[in-house]
């Protein structure tokens, strides 16, 4: 397989998710990471380039002169992972697809809908790909769940429950990965929303193969003088007549990170949990509960594509975002053989944007209904 060349804007010293980025990469051998502009601050960056061994004439002061560098060159990134904070997402993405170089970006998309829609553009008119790393859906038993799902081995789907529960958001924190989150100017106006309620929500429609027609959301910010929702409950509507629950906050006391999936239809239902990813619950109305685990007995084709190890050997979070990197590599070498639904890309990525701005809406209008 033809290694790729991969450039990283953020994810420098101190930050977590570019070194998540940096592993997923890694791991199935299809990236080499060897340009970046690592930091807005061009000491940090260059700081970070060298930690990282990349050579300092593409370590880059910032991601303007990045993508016109990198588009010069004949041995130039093949794409670009954007890292950075919510607000930062649209100068660095515009600029690799106006340059000509596939955009992996973290999610959501962007923080508010005309950075959005700008993304969106720049898009169409470049004919590049965009991937954006709602990596859950990189989960073995997401993919034979929505597998399940589209089969008809729920029946008509009527209910869908999904929650993101965590607690490390319960008292006021001005920690780095705290503070941007807080920040309206740097993570836009939602809160627990934006940061994991667009994970639960982009779960939902993955594996049910729909997006709700309304919403109404009744959002809190439980710490005082927080500027940003830190608990959301959500009920949602769908053409088809399913209903829908979602629930994320981030004071949530005892959670870690309760990524939990269920979902029902008239012949049966199935049940995920994030922190048990490698098992799976499915059970028909009148028969037995199953247990259906990641790679073993009953596992399915879409399940058995991105398994890397045995079953009962556990695979997670990393996996789950590498399997986002391997099949960019595919999709940008056209060697992809899997749906292209598969991977998030711009319209999951507006899907998102939509979502955030409509919990708001509802919010401030007395939880009322709000078309998507």
Not at 147 to 164: F, I, K, P
Not at 235 to 247: D, H
Request: charged fraction near 20%; charge should be negative; proline fraction near 5%.
């Amino acid at each position: 397989m033809k290694r790729l060349r991969l450039g990283m804007v953020g994810g420098g010293q101190g930050a977590f998710i570019g070194g998540v980025h940096r592993f997923a990469a890694r791991l199935d051998g299809r990236w080499d990471l060897v340009a970046g502009a690592l930091s807005s601050d061009p000491e940090r960056a260059a700081a970070s380039a060298t930690d990282l061994g990349l050579d300092p004439v593409r370590s880059y002061p910032d991601f303007k002169t990045m993508a016109q560098a990198e588009a010069a060159r004949a041995d130039g990134i093949d794409a670009v992972a954007i890292v950075t904070p919510n607000h930062m997402h649209a100068g660095p993405a515009i600029a690799f697809l106006d340059a000509g170089i596939h955009v992996i970006c973290d999610k959501p998309l962007a923080g508010t809908e005309e950075d959005a829609e700008a993304i969106a553009a720049a898009v169409h008119r470049s004919g590049k790909r965009f991937i954006l790393t709602h990596n859950y859906t990189g989960y073995p038993l997401i993919r034979q769940a929505r597998e399940m799902v589209a089969a008809g081995e729920l029946g008509t789907l009527r209910l869908v429950q999904v929650e993101y529960a965590q607690d490390w958001l319960t008292e006021p924190s001005d920690g780095k990965q705290a503070a941007w989150r807080a920040d309206t100017t740097r993570s836009g106006k939602g809160g627990a929303i934006a940061d994991i309620g667009t994970h639960a929500f982009n779960l939902a429609n993955f594996v049910t193969g729909l997006t709700p027609s309304h919403l109404a959301a009744d959002l809190s910010a439980f710490v005082p003088g927080r500027p940003v929702d830190d608990n959301a409950h959500i009920l949602m509507r769908y053409e088809s007549g399913m209903r829908g629950m979602l629930w994320a906050s981030q004071v949530a006391v005892g959670n870690e990170n309760g990524l939990r999936l269920r979902v029902y239809g008239d012949k049966a239902g199935l049940e995920w949990a994030q922190e048990d990813p490698n098992r799976m619950a499915f059970s028909r109305f009148g028969q037995p509960r199953q247990i259906i685990t990641r790679g073993g007995a009953g596992a399915t084709e879409a399940a058995m594509a991105v398994i890397r190890i045995p079953a009962g050997h556990p695979e997670g979070y990393l996996e789950g975002f590498a399997t986002f990197y391997r099949e960019a590599a595919d999709l940008i070498t056209a060697e992809y053989k899997g749906e292209p639904t598969l991977l998030p890309g711009i319209v999951e990525g507006l899907d998102g944007v939509r979502f955030v701005s409509a919990c708001i809406a509802s919010a401030e209008t007395g939880v009322a209904w709000i078309e998507l």
